[in-house]
C-alpha cells in the first residue's frame, strides 16, 4: 500500500467533513511529536491543488518527507487520534476493510494497527530508490507532443486515437466495480450527502439505496459511469501524449471555471445543486486544452465525470456547510 491509498482508505472514516487537502495536513500534524523540527504538517506551505495531488496519488509521496516523518514520528499520538476521530459505528468497517487488505488486526487494536501500518508504509516509501543498474523502463510506443499537431487531423474512433496516421489505443470503457474502490469514496460520500439532505435522511449509504426513489439509484449508477468514463480519458492521455496530465489538469481548471458559480447558488438541497451543475458542465465549451479539440475524446458523460474528480480534489461539494 502507497501513502495516497492510506489517505483514501482511512478518509471516510475519520475524514469527517474537512477537505482531502485539510485532512492530510491533520493526519500527519497528529503522527508527529509536538516538539518535531517541523511544526505540524510539512505540507503546510505547500498550495491544496499540490496536496490534493498527493491525495489522489497523481504526484507520488516525496521520499524525504517520508523518512522526516519516520524521524519525528509518535505511533502512540497518531493511534490517539485515530482512535478519537473514529466513531464506534465505524470501527467494524474499518477493521473489516483491513482483513480484506490482508492486514491481520485480531488481538490488535484498530487504531494502533491503523498507526503501525502508516508507519510501515512510510518507511517503504523511505526506501524507494532507483536500483542501480537497473534497465530503464521503456514505453510500448513513443509518446505523443500535443503542440504542433494539427488538431484538424486528430480523431477518435473505434476505441483509438488517431494522429498522424499513427492509431493509439486508448483504454477500455471501464464498468464501475460493484464494490466501490477507495478513490472513489469522496465523491461517492458527496452523492450520499446529496440524496440525504434531499429526503430528509439523517444518512446515507450504499446500503440504503435499495429503499431509496429509483431516481437516485439510476443517478448513483449514471454518477459511477460518468466517472469511469473520465478516468478512462484521463489514464489514455496520460500514456498517449507527452504533456497529457498537464493538459487533462486544464481540461479540470476549465470545468471548474464554467461551473463554480453555479455552485455558488442557493439550493433547497444538494441533489438540486448536483443537478444544476451536472446540466451547466453539459452546456459549456471547455478551450484551455488542445485535448478539448478532439473530436468525441471528451463528451457530456466524461464532462459530468470530471465534476465528480473536482469533488475528490476538495475543490467542489454538494452539500455546503450553511445550506
Not at 526506501?127 to 505523443?144: D, L, N
Not at 439509484?217 to 480519458?233: L, T
Amino acid at each position: 500500500m502507497k501513502p495516497d491509498e492510506y489517505f483514501r482508505m482511512m478518509y471516510p472514516y475519520i475524514g469527517q467533513a474537512k477537505m482531502p487537502s485539510e485532512f492530510i495536513d491533520d493526519l500527519l500534524c497528529s503522527f508527529v511529536v509536538d516538539d518535531a523540527d517541523f511544526a505540524g504538517s510539512p505540507f503546510i506551505e505547500k498550495t491544496a491543488d499540490y496536496k490534493n495531488r498527493i491525495y489522489n496519488g497523481s504526484k507520488p509521496f516525496p521520499i524525504a518527507i517520508a523518512a522526516h516523518l519516520l524521524d519525528a514520528s509518535d505511533p502512540m499520538r497518531f493511534s490517539v487520534y485515530i482512535n478519537d476521530n473514529l466513531s464506534d459505528d465505524l470501527v467494524e468497517n474499518l477493521e473489516n476493510e483491513l482483513e480484506e487488505l490482508g492486514i491481520d488486526i485480531q488481538g490488535v487494536d484498530v487504531a494502533d494497527k491503523c498507526a503501525k501500518l502508516f508507519v510501515s508504509i512510510l518507511t517503504e516509501t523511505a526506501r524507494r530508490t532507483k536500483r542501480k543498474g537497473a534497465p530503464a523502463k521503456t514505453a510500448s510506443h513513443k509518446k505523443q507532443e500535443l503542440i504542433g499537431v494539427p488538431i484538424a487531423t486528430v480523431y477518435v474512433k473505434d476505441g483509438k486515437i488517431s494522429i498522424n496516421g499513427q492509431m493509439f489505443s486508448l483504454h477500455e470503457k471501464i464498468t464501475p466495480p460493484e464494490n466501490i474502490a477507495q478513490e472513489e469514496m469522496p465523491y461517492i460520500k458527496a452523492l450520499f450527502a446529496a440524496y440525504a439532505q434531499a429526503t430528509g435522511m439523517a444518512t446515507v449509504t450504499k446500503n440504503d439505496l435499495p429503499t431509496l426513489n429509483v431516481r437516485y439509484r439510476r443517478n448513483f449508477s449514471d454518477q459511477r459511469e460518468n466517472y469511469y468514463n473520465a478516468v478512462r480519458v484521463e489514464r489514455s492521455v496520460r500514456e498517449i501524449f507527452n504533456d497529457g496530465e498537464v493538459e487533462f489538469g486544464k481540461i479540470k481548471e476549465d470545468t471548474y471555471d464554467g461551473i463554480v458559480d453555479v455552485c455558488w447558488n442557493d439550493f433547497d438541497d444538494g441533489f438540486k445543486r448536483l443537478l444544476a451543475v451536472l446540466n451547466q458542465v453539459s452546456q459549456i465549451t471547455l478551450t484551455k486544452s488542445f485535448l478539448t479539440q478532439i473530436k468525441d475524446l471528451i463528451n457530456n458523460s466524461e464532462k459530468k465525470g470530471i465534476c465528480h474528480m473536482l469533488v475528490n480534489d476538495g475543490r467542489i461539494q454538494w452539500v455546503l456547510e450553511n445550506d
